[in-house]
């Protein structure tokens, strides 16, 4: 099986405080720098493509202490050597000609490793804080592609003008062009109707938050149905907070208790700020419009995807995805280093030991057939 046909995995950057669960239970993992390297250094050596990072300006929910996205993500590229790091972008703070300068200056400093994750903004206080203004929920849409058909504008042609709603631009040529051809990758985050249909014309990728298989179909065949009818092709990257032990019994225990020791009071005020994500949207749907209080102790719904048990069952699940049309696994852990490690060691070989039986049992029957 080629490299290209593999499901690839990434796995979330701590540059905010607070680990990936908003509880008390004790989580090995640090937001400094010197943790983030060893860790980008043993995802790279442990099968990660991708690493994302996060873009937060203020929190008030227990993420509060928070690196910046672009910086933390050129820290990151100097001290590894093939791992990619995707930088989160908020349009609003940034403008599309300084990301399209900075990311493509990152990219000659780094071989082409840079990668970009728009956001559009679900956390209103945040946004009141720095000043700036808060569009409505499918406005932030209409800005987020206006501003990623900027970049790929911008990153790909001499001379480029742009009449939009939010940005205008009048022969605007870049030098130096990124190093990456056509461009730099462009990833997304959100799942509302706006956010699927934004993926569906102009992403690269689409990021989602966790979620049970049949519900990651639905996703997936809506986008690909449309970005066919647009003549554009979107790969997909699903959340999940991994839990692997030798046991499920261990695993489900784990979970257990990051649940009993969730914050409450930080998970409620998360869940009040989330309010301004898909439920605020036309159709009442997205990301956290259904979260169940469980589901809201990990920020992204990541137990939902259920990658909690033994090595053997996650990896099945891990197929179960791939088969419906996920393309890559965002990950995030408990205590980052070691549980990369123990994915690297036991997990990812079960996954593609399981994808080279598969490929071959499809040879068979394409021959039989
Ligand atoms: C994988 C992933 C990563 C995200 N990273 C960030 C981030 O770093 N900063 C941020 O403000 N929002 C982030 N978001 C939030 C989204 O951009 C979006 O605002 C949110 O998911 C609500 O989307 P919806 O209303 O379309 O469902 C992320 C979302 C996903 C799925």
């Not at 393309?327 to 060691?345: A, K, P, R, T, W």
Request: negative net charge.
């Amino acid at each position: 099986m080629s490299k290209q046909q593999e499901i690839k995995f990434a796995y979330w950057v701590p540059n905010v405080s607070g680990g990936f669960v908003v509880s008390t239970i004790e989580q090995r993992t640090d937001w400094s720098y010197d943790y983030n390297v060893r860790l980008a250094q043993a995802a790279e050596k442990n099968g990660f493509e991708y690493a994302l990072t996060q873009i937060r300006f203020t929190a008030g929910y227990g993420a509060e202490y928070q690196h910046e996205s672009v910086s933390f993500s050129h820290a990151l590229l100097a001290k590894t050597t093939h791992l990619k790091v995707i930088a989160a972008i908020l349009p609003g703070p940034w403008k599309p000609v300084l990301a399209a300068k900075q990311l493509a200056t990152i990219d000659y400093l780094t071989q082409g490793r840079i990668a970009i994750n728009v956001v559009s903004g679900w956390f209103r206080g945040e946004f009141d804080a720095i000043g700036e203004p808060w569009p409505e929920h499918d406005q932030r849409y209409v800005r987020s592609e206006e501003f990623i058909r900027c970049l790929k504008g911008i990153w790909s042609t001499d001379q480029f003008s742009f009449d939009g709603k939010y940005y205008q631009f009048k022969q605007y040529t870049l030098k130096p062009k990124p190093l990456q051809q056509p461009h730099i990758e462009v990833f997304q985050g959100g799942s509302s109707r706006a956010a699927r249909d934004m993926a569906a014309r102009v992403s690269d990728w689409y990021f989602t938050n966790g979620n049970s298989v049949a519900e990651i179909k639905k996703q997936v065949d809506d986008i690909r149905e449309k970005a066919q009818l647009n003549q554009h092709q979107v790969k997909i990257g699903v959340n999940a907070f991994i839990i692997a032990r030798d046991t499920a019994l261990e695993a489900q225990a784990v979970l257990q208790d990051i649940i009993d020791h969730a914050n409450i009071p930080a998970v409620h005020a998360f869940g009040e700020a989330t309010r301004e994500a898909g439920a605020a949207s036309k159709e009442g749907e997205g990301n956290w419009a259904k979260s169940s209080f469980e589901d809201l102790v990990q920020y992204n719904d990541g137990f939902k995807t259920n990658l909690i048990g033994t090595p053997q069952q996650i990896a099945e699940r891990i197929i179960e995805l791939k088969q419906v049309g996920v393309d890559l696994i965002l990950s995030g852990f408990l205590h980052c280093i070691e549980e990369v490690e123990y994915f690297g060691e036991k997990v990812l070989p079960l996954v593609r030991a399981l994808e080279n039986a598969q490929a071959q049992s499809s040879a068979i029957s394409e021959k039989l057939a």
